[in-house]
């Protein structure tokens, strides 16, 4: 079974960073395109960033880019979103979702984590 | 590239066909998801590449359209289908969505 558990929410301070874990199973993370999509409170969805098979090739929303990283740690089947100069606006519930399906030339959002809540506040 | 849903918001009954449309700012082929999200649980993928059912999800729901204008459409609305529907683009990052779509019971 596929299956996404994401930790390492929690509070922080606007300005501060945090370091979000995505650990995978049931299948290798590595051979995917793994994204990140944010929910705010009450609000909608915003996809956030995706990073490719190799880990070489990250894409970011513009409101992130500078300030959010992804890595992959292939031995652990895991990847990582590190945020760092945190803002208020950046207070959502995140997720970590596998790519799995490729059709038509894209891969498709499909495998949901249940999501980890980052809040930023002073 | 900005999708705009319609309507916001839908109150419907049981066994009610409905409609929910999704326009995009500018030509998407058939790059389109389209997602269901009940309260405090992650979205669950419907539909890809415009009409292309996903595995396990009821045939009530399809999808339709290309271009800049999508469709997805619940044949006979059931219980368990009352919750919020989003329409993704996967044409170019950033895969923006939709504002959402709520669907509740009247």
């Known amino acids: 079974e596929v299956q996404l558990v994401e930790s390492g929410g929690g509070l922080v301070q606007p300005g501060g960073s945090l370091r979000l874990s995505c650990t995978a199973s049931?299948?290798?993370?590595?051979?995917?395109?793994i994204d990140w999509v944010r929910q705010a409170p009450g609000g909608g969805l915003e996809w956030v960033a995706n990073v490719r098979q190799d880990g070489h090739d990250t894409n970011f929303v513009d409101s992130v880019r500078g300030r959010f990283t992804i890595s992959r740690d292939n031995a652990k089947n895991s990847l990582f979103l590190q945020m760092n100069s945190l803002r208020v606006e950046d207070t959502a519930v995140y997720y970590c979702?596998?790519?799995?399906?490729?059709?038509?030339?894209?891969?498709?959002?499909?495998?949901w984590g249940q999501g980890t809540l980052v809040t930023v506040s002073p | 590239i900005q999708l705009t849903q319609s309507p916001s918001s839908l109150s419907a009954s049981v066994g009610d066909r409905v409609t929910i449309t999704c326009r995009a700012s500018q030509g998407i082929s058939s790059f389109l998801a389209w997602y269901q999200q009940k309260p405090g649980k992650a979205p669950d993928l419907l539909i890809y590449?415009?009409?292309t059912l996903q595995s396990g999800v009821p045939s009530r729901f399809s999808g339709s359209g290309s271009g800049t204008d999508f469709t997805l459409t619940i044949s006979s609305l059931q219980p368990e289908d009352f919750a919020t529907y989003y329409c993704q683009h996967l044409n170019s990052d950033p895969f923006t969505f939709g504002q959402g779509t709520r669907l509740e019971i009247k």
């Open positions: 590449a415009a009409s």
């Open positions: 979702v596998a790519a799995i399906t490729f059709m038509g030339g894209r891969y498709w959002l499909d495998s």
């Open positions: 049931g299948f290798i993370a590595s051979n995917y395109y």
